[in-house]
């Protein structure tokens, strides 16, 4: 370096959601403190601003505390401690105070009332550049200088910096187009921290079925799916499906991604959809027997509509159409969508019911992190010392947002662990900045 170091009492390295909240909260809990935000993209908040399909579910409004961390699974006996120091209520005070109200809408996710992830990511840009905090963008990290017991500074691809503290909050690996490619895990591991190998966890399914091409962009609002292990039923869930071009996403789906992937280590998977979950069997043979009393002359293709849900119905006939199943004179079946209802055998309508309540499907896979909303993985939380997000191994290291191994749903889990890591890191960074 042909520069001499310049020095920082605090340097937080990336400028996500977690990293500005604790730039940000360190400036507020000390403003006298040279801090220094180093993102390596061009622009802060680059995955923040695609964050639910460009929404952003900013949080999940359950203000029970205790209610809330059971959806963090293993990491809920680590995380009360810092919730409350910063929890949900927190969450919706800090946007509103600063002009952007929340709405909360199904499953308790709460989001802008814009719906913009854009303007979430405004909010805390303001919330940095308001500041005495140093910004610099599109330089990135390469190495962390360790002296002892304690970390002196960072070098980036453009100069190198002394500092007192360190808070890395620099991503996983989902999405790694926005800058978050894991960098930080191997500082950590090299650092003597354990890294538990991410994996995605958050994520769509594929699947074999060409058919699901002509379905993609629809949704299922209510709806079952059951997923089987070598054709052996182990877990079903209700609940949203979004279809696409490549297999299945949508809420219900992301839900499940980590259970289907240990099913998938040694087993073939396969997947039922019940198109209606309200009814059995019985009763939708008796509503499709009504309908097809009362629309005798109508061609199959123009009745599905009325039976299926909304946009199913080129999938349904394809698949009709390739049926491979026999009827009652063991010759093959298939379905013509262009025949009249009163020309639909019983056998064909049992096969059209059946489908509706049993849509097969085969999974193939998750999709990688390019496709990933959150990625597990990362340092255990037995090594963090929860009230302050402090490194156990090193006492001017924070740790903060998705760089701890913690599982959680969709529904907001994710950004609530940003906010609540990175402002208890800033506040306890801005107290001890001077180590």
């Given at each position: ?9 605090l340097i937080v390295v990336g400028g996500g959601a977690s990293g500005m909240m604790a730039a940000g909260r360190a400036y507020e809990e000390n ?66 105070s600063r002009g952007l109200p929340l709405v909360t809408q199904e499953r308790k996710r709460a989001f802008p009332v814009t719906e913009k992830a ?288 913690i599982r959680r749903p969709s529904g907001g889990y994710s950004l609530q662990l940003c906010w609540t890591t990175g402002f208890v890191a800033g ?9």
């Amino acid at each position: 370096m042909k520069n001499a170091p310049e020095h920082f009492d605090l340097i937080v390295v990336g400028g996500g959601a977690s990293g500005m909240m604790a730039a940000g909260r360190a400036y507020e809990e000390n403003p006298n403190r040279r801090i220094l935000l180093l993102e390596k993209a061009k622009q802060l908040g680059e995955k923040l601003r695609i964050t639910g399909g460009g929404r952003c579910n900013i949080t999940n409004a359950e203000f029970d505390t205790r209610k809330l961390l059971k959806h963090y699974g293993e990491g809920e006996q680590f995380l009360y401690s810092a919730f409350s120091q910063f929890n949900v209520k927190d969450t919706f005070s800090f946007f509103e105070s600063r002009g952007l109200p929340l709405v909360t809408q199904e499953r308790k996710r709460a989001f802008p009332v814009t719906e913009k992830a854009s303007d979430v990511v405004q909010v805390m840009e303001k919330y940095v550049q308001q500041t005495g905090i140093t910004i610099r963008l599109n330089e990135k990290v390469k190495k962390i200088i360790k002296n002892g017991n304690l970390l002196s500074g960072v070098i980036s691809n453009k100069r190198e910096y002394t500092t007192n503290t360190i808070i890395l909050s620099s991503g996983s690996m989902s999405h790694p187009e926005t800058g978050s490619t894991g960098d930080s895990f191997q500082w950590l591991k090299d650092l003597g921290h354990t890294i538990i190998t991410p994996t995605p966890t958050l994520v769509p399914l594929s699947v074999k079925e060409p058919w699901v091409k002509l379905l993609s962009g629809v949704s299922l609002t209510s709806t079952k799916i059951t997923f089987l292990a070598d054709n052996i039923k182990k877990f079903s869930e209700t609940g949203k499906i979004l279809f696409t071009h490549f297999g299945l996403s949508g809420p219900l789906i992301l839900n499940s991604a980590s259970q289907v992937s240990d099913l998938l280590y040694s087993k073939k998977v396969t997947a039922q959809i019940d198109m209606h979950p309200e009814i059995d069997l019985g009763t939708l043979k008796n509503k499709v027997i009504e309908i097809f009393k009362n629309n005798p002359n109508k061609l199959l293709k123009n009745i599905l509509p009325e039976i299926a849900p909304p946009g199913l119905t080129p999938a349904i006939l394809s698949i009709l159409k390739n049926h491979t199943g026999s009827n009652h004179t063991g010759s093959t079946c298939m379905v013509d969508g262009d025949k009249r209802i009163n020309n639909v055998t019983k056998e064909e309508r049992e096969i059209i019911v059946k489908l509706l309540k049993n849509l097969p499907l085969t999974i193939t896979g998750l999709m990688d992190y390019d496709r990933a909303i959150v990625a597990d993985g990362g340092v255990p939380l037995n090594e963090i010392d929860t009230k302050t997000m402090r490194s156990k191994i090193y006492k001017n290291l924070f740790i903060i947002g998705d760089l701890l191994h913690i599982r959680r749903p969709s529904g907001g889990y994710s950004l609530q662990l940003c906010w609540t890591t990175g402002f208890v890191a800033g506040q306890h960074a801005g107290m001890t900045c001077d180590l």
